[in-house]
């Protein structure tokens, strides 16, 4: 699935005028991709980020998904598309309390009422293995560490098979070895399993896993690199 | 797997649910309890007409409740027997009396006059003695529950009533009055002892034949008898609990404690239903984030309203139907029609979503974006 964004931009009123966080960007993203998302606190990642996920509207620009203009849609069509395309992977697991971590995935597809499908079963049975949550299924989500929540967040990023993967700070709240662990799996997914994965981050231990680095400042596109294939000389 | 979800919601944020089921057995369980009592008083308040076994009461004309008539001619007896659709006629005499008490002290009753051998509008359930007892001039019958007010005395003592001997004859059940204490005898007594002119009834009981039909036979006794009023037995209890109910302020106060009952359990459900949406404010988001659309978030809380409902709804009937259970039989009034019951599940339901609608709203302003910072 190809991801356009042109000329998107946004506002926010922050109490006393109207400041413009992000300024009109063009951006096109490719499936089979990993995509970093880089720069200082502030420079507008996670603005940009909940845009393209289409939980946040652009004050301007379009958005277009295989060419289809996405921009305006309505919310509910928005929600349905979120849930069809995009998986999200969040800062902070956000597993919902009191469901057990199988039904926190199954909760990622059957939220619009759906019907929890045997493919869907044995979906979630393959992830927990390749995700090496083995045996966690019935757990309630306090009862894992936090490495393995994460795990858990990306297994419901992608129980509906989604083209899209939008991940902010995934590793943020993890020690470094499962932040490689979660890198190493959004590696997989982006390149074995040819999905659009687009990883925010200004944690220097994720930029050599990135095919692509776009780097922002004080919401302008300062750097748009393939340091995987123009080798060192256009690294971080 | 939305309902799935309320459930599992409910089941972990264990007090707000334990609380918001507080709610709802308290609307129920209040609501219920009031209701019974006031059924029960109504039931009291027609006791008279409801057992008296005819099919139409014949009073004085523009007749208020059953308790406030004229006295009538007993000439129309004979003239109801003539019709073809009537197949027997009885007169009944109310008055009041003083009955002497055991340690000498005055109890006031309302004299209920039963012509023998028939004795119509007599006691219809009896917890002592036996029914033909009151065949006996002498004899008089009160109910089980009102035999502290005269002293308990033991059957075949002798008393007063204004004067006059009498003697506990049977002791009834169920018969209790709102509008006092009631003390069966035969009509000639109680015209002895209230000093009633001769051949004057307060009201004429009537039999219809099996498979008349009723409102023809109405509409003839009215027409043979312009100058009564005419009316079947249901028509003269409603008249005279709505009486009673609207001018004794009983239907106000009894409006008033069931509504606070009411609001009292809605401000419960409402403020702990917000409270458990309030915690769970980050996941309504998430849950928006992932792809539920606002009418999916909506599902998810009205599911839980409706649960909460149901449960407590189950459990209000529980505690209810133990107090009821307790209370049967005892002089606290006690009553449940059959068509209650539904009818204050289906409004506490209702009542639930109603409590559910503030934290709906605050559920529904869950910002998808949000999860995100
Ligand atoms: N809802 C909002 N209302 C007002 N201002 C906002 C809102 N969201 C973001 N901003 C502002 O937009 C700017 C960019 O925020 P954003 O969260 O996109 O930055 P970021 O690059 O993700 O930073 P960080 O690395 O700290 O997460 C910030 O100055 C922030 O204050
Ligand atoms: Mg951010």
């Given amino acids: 699935m190809e991801l356009q964004l042109e000329g998107i931009a946004r506002d926010f009123w922050d109490g006393r005028e109207l400041r413009r966080v992000l300024f009109p960007l063009n951006l096109s993203l490719t499936p089979g991709e990993l995509t970093v998302l880089a720069g200082p606190s502030g420079s507008g990642k996670t603005t940009l980020l909940s845009i393209i996920g289409l939980v946040l509207r652009p004050s301007e620009g379009r958005i277009l998904l295989d060419g289809r203009e996405v921009t305006g849609l309505p919310d509910d069509a928005a929600a349905t598309l979120r849930l069809s395309r995009f998986g999200f992977v969040f800062q902070q697991p956000l597993l919902i309390e009191g469901l057990t971590v199988r039904e926190n995935l199954f909760l990622a597809v059957g939220i619009q009422g759906g019907r929890i499908t045997a493919a869907i079963r044995g979906r979630a049975e393959e992830l927990f293995t390749s995700l090496g949550l083995q045996g966690t299924g019935d757990m309630l989500p306090a009862m894992l560490s936090g490495g393995m929540k994460q795990r858990v967040s990306i297994a419901r990023a992608l129980i509906r098979n989604p083209a899209v993967i939008l991940c902010d700070e995934p590793t943020s709240s993890l020690d470094a070895e499962n932040g490689q662990v979660v890198m190493d799996i959004l590696k997989r997914i982006a390149v074995e399993e040819g999905r659009l994965v687009v990883v925010v981050s200004h944690d220097a231990r994720v930029f050599p896993y990135a095919d692509r680095l776009v780097k922002l400042e004080n919401g302008r596109v300062v750097a748009d690199t393939r340091p995987l294939s123009e080798g060192a000389e256009a690294g971080a | 797997m939305r309902s799935r979800v309320a459930l599992r919601l409910l089941l972990h944020d264990r007090s707000s649910t334990a609380g918001s089921l507080l709610g709802v057995v308290a609307i129920v369980f209040l609501v219920g309890q009031q209701l019974s009592i006031l059924f029960g008083l109504l039931n009291y308040m027609s006791v008279l007409v409801d057992h008296s076994g005819a099919d139409v009461w014949i009073t004085s004309a523009r007749l208020r409740n059953a ?269 449940m029609p059959a068509s209650v019951p539904p009818l204050l599940a289906g409004i506490t339901l209702l009542v639930s979503l109603l409590g559910s609608l503030v934290a709906l709203r605050k559920a529904l302003q869950a910002d998808p974006a949000s999860v995100f910072h």
């Avoid at chain 2, 009896?126 to 029914?131: N, P, R, T, Y």
Wanted: aromatic share 8%; with cysteine.
């Fill in chain 2, 67 to 335: 308790d406030a008539g004229d006295l009538i001619s007993g000439r129309y007896l004979e003239r109801v027997m003539g019709l073809p659709e009537v197949q027997w006629a009885d007169p009944l005499l109310l008055a009041n009396g003083l009955v002497r008490t055991a340690d000498g002290s005055f109890e006031a009753v309302r004299l209920v006059g039963l012509r023998r051998p028939r004795l119509t509008g007599g006691p219809w359930a009896l917890a002592a003695g036996e029914g033909e007892a009151l065949l006996d001039l002498e004899a008089v019958a009160v109910d089980r529950l009102d035999l502290g007010k005269f002293g308990n005395p033991a059957l075949q003592r002798v008393t007063e009533i204004n004067g006059r001997r009498v003697r506990f004859g049977a002791v009834s059940s169920g018969a209790r009055a709102f509008q006092g204490t009631l003390v069966f005898l035969s009509l000639d007594k109680v015209k002895e002892a209230a000093a009633t002119p001769p051949g004057r009834y307060s009201a004429i009981l009537v039999g219809l034949k099996p498979g008349v039909d009723r409102e023809r036979a109405l509409a003839r006794l009215r027409a043979l008898l312009p100058e009564c009023g005419v009316f079947s037995t249901p028509e003269l209890s409603r008249r005279t609990q709505l009486y009673y109910l609207t001018n004794t302020g009983i239907g106000g106060s009894f409006g008033f404690s069931t509504s606070i009952a009411v609001l009292i359990g809605v401000v419960i459900i409402t403020l702990t239903m917000y409270a458990s949406v309030l915690g769970r404010t980050r996941d309504f988001a998430v849950m928006r984030a992932l792809g539920a659309r606002r009418r999916d978030v909506a599902v998810v809380v009205l599911c839980q309203a409706l649960m909460v409902g149901a449960v407590g709804i189950f459990l209000g009937f529980l505690c209810l139907a133990a107090i009821l259970n307790a209370t049967r039989g005892s002089d606290i009034p006690s009553y």
